[in-house]
């Protein structure tokens, strides 16, 4: 569990996730097919009057005819790290949690298409972070997302929480995108818990996924953690010019 708040510490770092600013829409691991199934947001203190909205892509999926479905079906999302413009107001430490969530390493892929425990089909949409779809041209593939995004950005798709205090919300998190409108500002009382749940014991066909996909392969986590370790040396060497 963690949580999403304002509040800083007496040395004046964040104690919480996601301080400052809207969030635009988003989902958990994005970049991974093996993702949780289900992330709960809880209303602890200072709530009211702001909000987190919803978008469902199963009905626009359920919609497609079966050409579509089918060419949807085969498309495979490339991922790269874009500096964080899921929410511009993040301080550089934010930047690198959220990184380490979303995109920890480039090159990290995942099928346009997935489906919650219990089975229900709909995008898995790439709201940043995108670089492509695998064997498309990036223009080709800017074209598409711009063509689905258009199709699901539609109210009757999306549900907005009024928010009051004592309240909880759990949300698939591989169909379903995410987003806070409010605007979040220091000294705000704003505060929410965020809580990872699997679904195992409920579905227990829907295991999570041991693997990655990277570089059009499968590699294992454990294989996976040291590409991510090299790549943070690499950025760490960068930012600092210290060698480690």
């Known amino acids: 569990m963690t949580r999403v708040s304002y509040a800083k510490n007496k040395r004046g770092k964040p104690v919480g996730l996601f301080t400052n600013g809207e969030l635009d829409w988003h989902s958990d691991q994005q970049a991974s097919y093996a993702a949780q199934r289900v992330i709960g947001l809880s ?21 497609l005819n079966c050409e579509d479905k089918t060419m949807f079906d085969e498309l495979i999302s490339v991922w ?71 199709k699901l950005n539609n109210p009757k798709n999306i549900y907005t929480q009024n928010w009051e205090d004592g309240q909880t919300v759990f949300m698939d998190q591989n169909i379903t995108l995410h987003a806070r409108p409010t605007n979040v500002k220091d000294g705000g009382a704003r505060t929410m818990a965020r809580m990872v749940s699997f679904m195992e014991k409920l579905f227990p066909n829907q295991v999570l996924n041991g693997d990655v996909m990277f570089n059009g392969q499968e590699i294992s986590r454990a294989d996976f953690a040291i590409l991510v370790d090299e790549s943070r040396k690499k950025q760490f060497i960068k930012e600092t010019g210290i060698v480690v």
């Open 43 to 63: 209303s602890l203190l200072g709530t009211r009057n702001s909000q987190t909205t919803f978008l469902c892509t199963a009905p626009v999926y359920d919609a």
């Open 80 to 150: 790269e790290w874009d500096g964080g413009s899921m929410s511009e107001e993040l301080i550089p430490s934010q930047l690198d949690i959220v990184r380490a969530n979303m995109v920890p390493v480039d090159g990290m892929e995942c099928p346009l298409i997935d489906q919650t425990a219990s089975g229900r089909k709909g995008f898995k949409f790439p709201s940043h972070c995108f670089k492509r779809f695998r064997d498309v041209s990036v223009d080709e593939s800017i074209k598409i997302k711009t063509h689905i995004w258009s």
